[in-house]
Nanobody, 124 residues
Framework: QVQLVESGGGSVQAGGSLRLSCAASKYTYTMGWFRQAPGKEREGVAAIDSGGRISYADSVKGRFTISKDNVKTILYLQMNNLKPEDTAMYYC?????????????????????WGQGTQVTVSS
């Protein structure tokens, strides 16, 4: 089991930026960021594996960038040009599994370990 601790959330105005971090207790092959807004299902935002494969949800392509430091076992999510619809609790997730297809890397059921989340609020 992997312990995951997110940080970096906060409140910003539309158009602003935030950088989320997720510290993992040990190395895992695939890691991802998910988000859940009130009354909505948790959805995949971005994922990355140690083979260099990266996936993004269509809603964040061109605005968010995921990266992973395998030595320090830290996952990052740089979020630029934030919009009010990006407001949600953001969760970090990890799995030892390697997923060949992008849609699998953005599915909640593909991940075994989850962090507690960090809140992102974007005001208009």
């Amino acid at each position: 089991q992997v312990q995951l601790v997110e940080s970096g959330g906060g409140s910003v105005q539309a158009g602003g930026s935030l950088r989320l971090s997720c510290a993992a207790s040990k190395y895992t092959y695939t890691m991802g960021w998910f988000r859940q807004a009130p009354g909505k299902e948790r959805e995949g935002v971005a994922a990355i594996d140690s083979g260099g494969r990266i996936s993004y949800a269509d809603s964040v392509k061109g605005r968010f960038t995921i990266s992973k430091d395998n030595v320090k076992t830290i996952l990052y999510l740089q979020m630029n040009n934030l919009k009010p619809e990006d407001t949600a609790m953001y969760y970090c997730a990890a799995t030892a599994q390697a997923w060949a297809y992008a849609f699998n890397r953005l599915r909640t059921t593909s991940y075994a370990d989850w962090g507690q989340g960090t809140q992102v609020t974007v005001s208009s």
